[in-house]
């Protein structure tokens, strides 16, 4: 239900990097990247884009009501494009200004305010959707956001993921500081503060926190972050040794080894962003190619069939709300690479007047036959869809479609020649004309009831369904049939049988539903 004119794109527990600017790119990085395109024929060829569009679906569907903690999944459909409901982004910014004015100007999560952090995962994702973090409702939330890093940082809770997360929420916009000496120095430090944290030991060139944990997802969210700050003193080293880091990590899945086990989607994702953010592709750079396998084909390879998600590695089971967030986010950062198109986090030309809005009503649901000895309404529709059977003006039951679109509603049975009427109901809540079905009768008629036949008789009497219509039949051949009355009695004229003679009576209704058979013996008398 893609209404939106700009939704071209589509053909059928940590934050990510920020926007990042390729003019300053060190040279190196640049040969580097341009040096290697000749390698595309030789990696695998895949299609991204089902994924990207299902897991943006995945991620609406999982979050059908956007408001504060949500923040990742706001700036992921805004920036995919995915059409949404026309209150979708409005209710987020409500709620937002609701708790900003509730604590003066501050966000709370309980009884504590918000980290700084947090802080720049807000003020991304009102960005996303066309707001100046700036001045919302005239609260300034730039300023909240660096007060709060100062104070961070007096009280010694100040950390690198949150460092890196305000970075990219100043960057997104291009965001000034106030104008107040207190500020003046502060993102030239928070720059400086992540340098610090570079390893030089046996894990040289990754990132940690305060020189713990070193990873390839804190390595490369730091990357996408400082990708913006190249002409600083020490950026370029840096980067280069970050991403050589990377490079080394690589498994022969051109992956990396997950906490659960296999390929983990979360290290691949951050990885695409690092590189998106530089102007890598990383299928063309050899430092992150293997055995023919590249970033986006290792990523996909955790991609859930059955419901448009992303798993936690390729033998989960079932897809999850970070996977399903950060490969979103990646294949959309690659998307935008190989589109020529701005980087996730370039926000600096979002308009809330270009966000795109899902307006237009499901196609009409297909419906398989109805029984009245059935107690399920099935058939397909949009995927998500809520699909609604309705006897009368009475609701008799509801159900959601899956992935595929496949509903299946549970109802009591209901009688032959029973009306229901069928509609369905997408996650933007626009609702299907609506699909009149009658019921059908698939219930055979009980077995009919015959009295005694004699050798001497004429005659084969007895009771079944009304209206149906009664089959004698001698050596699988039928010697008489006729009309049950009004009242279910049946009388048929036979010639006479011998004794020991087998007569098989049956009946059909209308709907020509067979019963069971009734075997006599002809009594001598």
């Given amino acids: 239900m893609y209404k939106n004119k700009n939704f071209k794109k589509w053909i059928a527990p940590v934050s990510l990097a920020s926007l990042l600017l390729t003019s300053q790119l060190p040279a190196s990085i640049i040969a580097h990247a341009e040096g290697n395109k000749e390698v595309n024929a030789s990696v695998k060829n895949v299609e991204y884009q089902k994924a990207l569009k299902s897991s943006a679906l995945w991620l609406y569907k999982n979050t059908p009501n956007a408001k504060f903690g949500n923040e990742d999944v706001v700036t992921d459909l805004a920036q995919t494009g995915f059409p949404v409901a026309k209150n979708y982004y409005t209710n987020y910014y409500k709620n937002i200004v609701s708790k900003l ?17 947090k802080y720049g995962k807000v003020v991304l994702a009102l960005t996303s959707i066309g707001k100046d973090a700036s001045n919302i409702e005239g609260f300034n939330l730039i300023q909240t956001m660096m007060d709060k890093v100062l104070k961070e940082q007096e009280n010694q809770t100040y950390s690198a993921t949150s460092n890196y997360n305000v970075l990219y929420a100043l960057d997104s916009a291009n965001y000034k500081l106030p104008a107040d000496e207190k500020y003046a120095n502060l993102k030239e430090q928070m720059v400086k503060d992540l340098l610090n944290d570079q390893f030089t030991d046996e894990n040289e060139g990754s ?15 730091v990357t996408t972050a400082l990708s913006n700050y190249t002409s600083r003193d020490g950026v370029n080293e840096s980067l280069n040794k970050a991403l050589n880091y990377l490079s080394l990590k690589l498994n022969k899945n051109a992956g990396y080894d997950g906490y659960y086990g296999g390929d983990s989607p979360e290290s691949i994702s951050q990885v695409i962003l690092a590189l998106t953010s530089l102007n890598i592709n990383p299928k063309s750079d050899l430092r992150f190619i293997k055995n023919n396998n590249w970033s986006v084909s290792n990523l996909l390879t955790t991609y859930d069939q059955a419901s448009g998600g992303f798993k936690n590695s390729p033998t989960s089971k079932i897809a999850n709300d970070m996977s399903t967030d950060q490969a979103n986010r990646a294949l959309e950062a690659y998307d935008r690479l190989v589109n020529n198109e ?11 007047e270009n966000l795109a809005y899902d307006t237009k009503a499901p196609k009409l649901p297909t419906v398989k036959t109805v029984a009245d000895n059935k107690t399920t309404v099935t058939g397909k529709t949009e995927s998500y869809a809520t699909v609604t059977v309705k006897n009368g003006s009475k609701i008799i039951g509801t159900a959601i479609a899956d992935f595929k679109g496949a509903y299946s509603v549970k109802i009591k049975k209901q009688k032959a020649g029973t009306t229901l009427k069928i509609a369905a109901t997408d996650l933007a809540k626009n609702t299907s004309k609506t699909v009149s079905v009658k019921v059908v009768d698939k219930t055979a008629p009980k077995t009919p009831i015959v009295k005694k036949v004699t050798k001497n008789s004429t005659r084969i009497v007895g009771t079944a369904e009304v209206k149906s219509t009664v089959y004698v039949v001698k050596n699988k051949k039928v010697i008489q049939k006729g009309k049950v009355s009004s009242k279910g009695k049946f009388s048929l004229s036979i010639k006479k049988q011998k004794t020991g003679t087998k007569l098989t009576v049956y009946v059909k209704d209308a709907a020509n539903n067979k019963s069971a058979s009734k075997t006599i013996t002809v009594k001598s008398k």
């Fill in 207 to 221: 990132f940690g926190v305060a020189w713990q944990w070193p990873g390839v997802d804190s390595t490369a969210m």
């Fill in 101 to 117: 004015k509730a604590n003066n100007g501050k966000i709370f999560d309980g009884e504590r305010e918000v980290s700084s952090g």
């Fill in 342 to 352: 701005k980087k996730f986090y370039d926000m600096s030309d979002v308009k809330a």
